[in-house]
Each structure stands twice: as C-alpha cells, then as structure tokens.
C-alpha cells in the first residue's frame, strides 16, 4: 500500500542552525501539507502546497519556514533559522485528489529537538 | 474559524469494555469530521470520516463514530476493546466547502487497554 515517508525520524540541531526535513508523498497526489505538533498540544496546520505554490500558510508559518518540491517527489520543510520553540514532531501528508472530502495521509513524522 | 475538543486527554478501559471517546466541534459552516489513530512510533492513520449520507460511520478495527449535529458532536465507539487499539486518537474538522483542505485537529486522547 502506497504511503508517506518522512526522515529522518529524528533530528537534533542547534538553535539558530538550518534544518531541511523531507517527505516523499504518495506518488500522482497533488495537495501537500505540514503539520506540527508541540508535545502536549494539538497538530497544527502549518502550510500546503499545490501546483508548485503555497496555497495556504498559517500564522506560524513565518520567513523562517519554507516548503519546496525540488524534483517532483520530494516535499521539503525548510526552517532557516531553528529556534527553541520549533521543537516539535512534524508531519507532512498528501492527498490525491481536490475536495474536502478526500483523506489526507499522513507520514511518521520528523520528531525535531532545538537546543 | 474551526475547533475541535477532545474530552478527555486520557481514557482507560479494561480489554473486551466499551470504548467512547468524544469529540466536540465548532463550525461556522457544515465540517467534515476525522478520527485519525496514531500508533507509537507511526503517522496519523485514518480510522474514518463523515462528509455526507448516513451519519453513523463505520470504519477500520471496528471502531464507528455518529456524526450529532444538534450536539455538535463525532464521538468514536467500538463494542469492545482489544489490547491492540491502545493508541492515540486523534478528531479532526475541515470545511465542507471552498478550497481549504487543512485539517483543524483536537488534543487528541490517549486510549490504555489494561488486561
């Protein structure tokens, strides 16, 4: 059964260091997404991406983050600058087909720890 | 604006029992409703959804949920509990309508099956 793949499942950075975290969606999907989650708190909804543009980010989605799908299989999270508070596990997921009825899958997440 | 609450960050029941785990959501416009499970170690994976038709929804390892909405709510049942559903669950809110996919998830709530 296809399925998103996400690495690494860990990652430990510096604060004020580059992180790039990658995802392999469901090959034909076309709808991308991050999510996040601080331990204890909700997943939240980071951005998505569609037809090589964000379609809609939100407010934790600053200049620091940025997405991009380099060659037509990989989806990057890039945070330029890691700070404290981006500890956290990030999901990404895909979705195949356009409406609000498809399921989004998820992959395992990058579990990210900023010292 | 969407939200959703999970009652209970933690629920405990002993193996063959009932599960209900609940799910309150606020909407401005009619959702579609989630349950996503997530197994240590592994991504969110979807157990079902309500989008339209029936409101009792079946969906994987027995679980089903009743979409209410005059009590604006999607809780998620199963008959009885197996050790293998200790997991985490996850409820979730999107729009019916328009082009926003993202999903608005709950806290989630921590399922123990004890012996």
């Known amino acids: 059964e296809p399925e998103v793949t996400q690495t690494p499942s860990h990652q430990v950075t510096q604060m004020g260091q580059e992180v790039i975290l990658r995802c392999v969606p469901i090959?034909?999907?076309?709808?991308f997404y991050w999510y996040r989650q601080i331990l204890g708190q909700k997943v939240e909804f980071l951005v998505s991406f569609y037809n090589n543009e964000i379609s809609e980010k939100s407010e934790i989605f600053d200049d620091q983050f940025s997405v991009e799908r380099p060659d037509g299989s990989n989806f990057t999270l890039k945070i330029r600058s890691t700070k404290l508070e981006d500890s956290a596990m990030y999901f990404c997921?895909?979705?195949?087909?356009?409406?609000?009825?498809?399921?989004?899958?998820f992959g395992p997440g990058t579990r990210l720890l900023v010292l | 604006a969407q939200s959703v609450t999970q009652l209970g960050s933690h629920v405990s029941v002993s193996e063959g029992a009932l599960v209900l785990l609940r799910c309150n959501y606020s909407?401005?416009?009619?959702?579609?409703l989630f349950w996503y499970v997530q197994y240590p170690n592994q991504g969110l994976q979807l157990l079902l959804k309500y989008t339209t038709g029936a409101t009792l929804v079946k969906g994987i390892n027995g679980f089903e949920a009743e979409f209410k909405k005059s009590e604006t709510s999607f809780h998620l049942t199963k008959p009885s509990a197996h050790m293998s559903d200790a997991a985490e669950y996850f409820c979730a809110v999107r729009p019916s309508g328009g082009s926003n996919y993202k999903l608005t998830f709950g806290k989630g709530t921590l399922l123990t099956v004890n012996p």
């Open positions: 090959s034909n999907h076309l709808y």
């Open positions: 909407s401005s416009v009619p959702p579609y």
């Open positions: 997921a895909s979705q195949g087909l356009a409406g609000a009825q498809e399921t989004q899958y």
